[in-house]
């Protein structure tokens, strides 16, 4: 890869990060985002396969990305891909944080472990992802971090078998606010989308009309419209927002 100079950096396409954006809601992201013309960075952990099938999508509608491995809950490796991010893109325009793996489990049967994976997935690999984020767009004064959360997690409720899901995006959209005031001067936003049961969710929901109030589940393009709409140039003044994308769900 050309590695950019300055001036090559403000002429080039403005460049995106998706994590996990190799399936499910970060694909439709990463898609829309190539659509719109950013140059796209599609992660994933570990399967390759989808994440290329990703970029396929976005090359062949005539945009640009390329597939990028990290687990971003891990520290070394949040590290790495922003350092390769910095020498071969030398800015980042967009982050969409859409990891964050979901757990339900009794609590008579969870472990310290799974509260501290769901904890990783859900929040730290926000917080890792979003301070390296923030050194390189502080430097261009620009930037857009967006947070995909879930609708409840807003909620102080008990929940006990989603508890440890609920607790880690909790912490996370707390953090997304507090970065958001911080970054405000430095002209970056930072803002939640929050869906809530969506078509490629494994919960499905029992009754339809009694826990979706608008009567379907959720589409990807419905969170796309909302991240779109923050994304736009006259969005700017937008931040510290949580804008819930679930059909009245979690109301
Ligand atoms: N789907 C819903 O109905 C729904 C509802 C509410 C909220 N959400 C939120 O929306 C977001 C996306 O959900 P989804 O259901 O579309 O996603 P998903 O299918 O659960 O996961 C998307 C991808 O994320 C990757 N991933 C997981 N952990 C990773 C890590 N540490 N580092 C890098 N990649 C990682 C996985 O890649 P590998 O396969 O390579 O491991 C996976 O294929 C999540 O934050 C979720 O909590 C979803």
């Known amino acids: 890869m050309v590695k950019r100079t300055i001036k090559n950096v ?9 994590t996990g954006g190799n399936v499910g809601i970060g694909r439709a992201i990463a898609v829309a985002l190539g659509q719109a013309g950013y140059e796209v960075l599609v992660n994933y952990r570990r399967r390759k396969q989808p994440a290329d099938l ?4 976005i090359r062949e509608a ?18 790495r891909l922003f350092a390769h991010l910095a020498a071969d893109y030398g800015k980042l325009d967009v982050l969409v ?7 339900r489990k009794e609590f008579n049967r969870l472990t ?7 904890t990783e997935s859900n929040y730290y690999s926000v917080v890792e992802c979003s301070l390296r984020a923030a050194q390189l767009m502080r430097k261009r004064k620009n930037g857009r971090i967006i947070n995909i959360g879930y609708v409840y997690a807003e909620r102080l409720q008990a929940n006990p078998r989603v508890a440890a899901y609920h607790c880690a995006k909790q912490a996370m959209i707390t953090f ?3 970065l958001a005031k911080d970054l405000a001067r ?6 939640v989308v929050s869906p809530g049961i969506n078509v490629n969710s494994v919960e499905k929901p029992k009754t339809l009309k009694t826990e979706i109030p608008f009567g379907r589940l959720g589409r990807h393009e419905d969170i796309i419209n909302a991240m779109l709409f923050l994304l736009r ?8 927002t949580h804008l819930k994308v679930s059909g009245g769900h979690g109301l």
């Open 62 to 79: 005539g945009g640009r990305a390329v597939t990028v491995r990290a687990d971003v809950s891990q520290p070394a490796d949040v590290q």
């Open 112 to 118: 310290p472990a799974d509260v501290r994976r769901m």
């Open 186 to 191: 430095h002209k970056i936003t930072v803002n």
């Open 176 to 178: 997304s606010l507090s």
């Open 97 to 103: 944080n859409n990891v964050g793996d979901y757990l």
């Open 233 to 240: 140039p006259e969005s700017e003044y937008i931040t510290g």
């Open 54 to 57: 990703t970029v396929r999508q």
């Open 10 to 18: 403000a002429a080039a396409p403005p460049v995106a990060l998706v």
